[in-house]
């Protein structure tokens, strides 16, 4: 059996990961958008700030039906990728874990919110309808 020198490691490291990621059962690491649109009655402005643990998107105001979007690409070593966003109208101040790749990745790729004061609604490809709803976090 040949030994291998630290150069021949790392290459042997750097091939392996990159045919991981590239396999038809894992497949290339695919970016991931998010899209939240305002749904709020009465014509009030939506103030949305999105965060990970690594970024802060910053703030955003929605006019009605406005919508803000974002897009990454998720930890493909483990199912940690985490985004939390605040969302405060007048009189209201309210958060939720937007993306959470446990729950997130296996459903959308495109993953389009609409915020209602009673919480977010999360479009569903499969029957076309904003019917995956969640209350605040």
């Given at each position: 059996?040949?030994?291998?020198?630290g150069s021949s490691v790392v290459l042997?490291?750097?091939?392996?990961?990159?045919?991981l990621t590239m396999t038809p059962t894992c497949g290339a690491v695919k970016t991931r958008q998010v899209r939240v649109t305002s749904e709020l009655e009465g014509g009030k402005p939506l103030t949305v700030h999105c965060k990970s643990k690594d970024d802060d998107l910053g703030f955003h105001?929605?006019?009605?039906?406005?919508?803000?979007?974002?897009?990454?690409?998720?930890?493909?070593?483990?199912?940690?990728?985490?985004?939390?966003?605040s969302f405060e109208w007048p009189g209201a101040f309210h958060w939720f874990d937007i993306y959470v790749d446990a729950r997130d990745n296996k459903i959308c790729s495109k993953c389009h919110w609409v915020v209602y004061e009673d919480g977010p609604?999360?479009?569903?490809?499969?029957?076309?309808?904003?019917?995956i709803c969640h209350t605040w976090n």
């Open positions: 059996m040949a030994c291998l020198n042997l490291i750097t091939m392996t990961l990159f045919l105001v929605l006019q009605p039906k406005g919508s803000y979007e974002f897009s990454f690409k998720p930890n493909i070593f483990t199912t940690s990728t985490l985004f939390f966003c609604c999360m479009y569903n490809w499969s029957d076309q309808q904003y019917n």
